[in-house]
Nanobody, 119 residues
Framework: QVQLVESGGGLVQAGGSLTLSCAASGRTFRAYTMGWFRQAPGKEREFVAAIRWIADNTYYADSVKGRFTISRDNAKNTLYLQMNSLKPEDTAMYYC????????????WGQGTQVTVSS
């Protein structure tokens, strides 16, 4: 019913920047919060950042605070993640996700886009 498609991943040098996008589609799409998660090989998935779809509140993991910026374009149903001052430890598969209720977990996920940061 809802499809999320990430794009913008790639290979960048340490200290560089990269912008990820997540396009949401579906006639019944309605999000309370959208967020970004990442998972490195052999590691568990971790939270990166989230944003309220209407209120515009933002939340960041301590590891990316001050370097990453999450934003959204409601009219285009698109989520963004601007990543600056990238570090090798940021290397991971990045996923966007959406949840439609306050109490519920993230119920829709994209396939992911790979971000690799070289030293």
């Amino acid at each position: 019913q809802v499809q999320l498609v990430e794009s913008g991943g790639g290979l960048v040098q340490a200290g560089g920047s990269l912008t990820l996008s997540c396009a949401a589609s579906g006639r019944t799409f309605r999000a309370y919060t959208m967020g970004w998660f990442r998972q490195a090989p052999g590691k568990e998935r971790e939270f990166v950042a989230a944003i309220r779809w209407i209120a515009d509140n933002t939340y960041y993991a301590d590891s990316v605070k001050g370097r990453f910026t999450i934003s959204r374009d409601n009219a285009k149903n698109t989520l963004y993640l601007q990543m600056n001052s990238l570090k090798p430890e940021d290397t991971a598969m990045y996923y966007c996700a959406s949840k439609t209720t306050i109490a519920g977990s993230y119920d829709y996920w994209g396939q992911g886009t790979q971000v690799t940061v070289s030293s």
